[in-house]
């Protein structure tokens, strides 16, 4: 039987992926925070509307290579002989945290365009944050798990694959942000923590199993 095709390098989406969303960033580093009056988020809007509409347009485009890497990974997983949950539990998180990625920087285009309306300015800040704040890094945490675990069974760098779990669980408890923003501070370690370790592992996960009886190390 042919061997399974680990699918194209890792590094490249990863690092489209990692660019995009520091660039985006970036650009709204001065975004209010989501318990600012409604009044200033709408102020901010309107003065800042054009790096407001770039940096959801990068955001936006991040969303896409994480899919990729997703679904390159998962191509990986299983051409190391991985059969169980963890390959397509890390395809599903990287899908769903691209999605709720995509969202968030939709509605983040969609505020940049409104007129006189604070309310609905604030409204669509929190779903902006809630989007591609706590939604994206719960699944954020999914896929660093999902690829993490398998790491760790192959003996594929165990120390960096509990590395990933570590951060897989930030990932899970920054959710709690939706309770208090004082928990707010494990988003950005979770995002970034998460963007150094796909660029890492990019670069670690092998492309195909030894042919002998041992594990890659």
């Given at each position: 039987m042919a061997r399974p095709?680990?699918?194209?390098?890792?590094?490249?989406?990863?690092?489209?992926?990692?660019?995009?969303?520091?660039a985006g960033i970036a650009l709204a580093a001065r975004t209010p925070r989501p318990d600012a009056p409604a009044a200033e988020v709408l102020g901010y809007l309107h003065e800042h509307a054009g790096s407001v509409r770039l940096s959801a347009f990068l955001l936006f485009g991040a969303s896409v290579p994480l899919a990729i890497w997703a679904a390159a990974a998962y191509r990986r997983l299983r051409?190391?002989?991985?059969?169980?949950p963890g390959s397509a539990i890390a395809l599903a998180g990287g899908v769903?945290?691209?999605?709720?990625a995509a969202i968030s920087a939709l509605?983040?285009?969609?505020?940049?365009r409104l007129g006189d309306a604070p309310d609905l300015a604030a409204a669509l800040r929190d779903l902006a944050f809630i989007t591609g704040g706590?939604?994206?890094?719960?699944?954020?945490?999914?896929l660093l798990a999902g690829v993490a675990v398998p790491m760790a069974l192959l003996r594929i760098r165990r120390p960096f694959a509990l590395a990933g779990l570590g951060l897989a669980l930030v990932g899970e408890l920054s959710t709690l942000a939706v309770l208090t923003l004082d928990l707010a501070v494990l988003l950005p370690v979770a995002r970034f923590g998460g963007i150094l370790w796909l660029l890492t592992v990019s670069l670690l996960?092998?492309?195909?199993?030894?042919?002998?009886?041992g594990v890659p190390e």
């Open positions: 095709q680990s699918g194209p390098p890792l590094i490249a989406p990863a690092a489209a992926f990692a660019a995009l969303t520091v051409a190391l002989g991985i059969t169980a769903l945290a691209a999605g709720f509605i983040t285009w969609t505020a940049s706590p939604g994206f890094t719960a699944f954020l945490g999914l996960l092998p492309a195909s199993r030894p042919r002998t009886n």
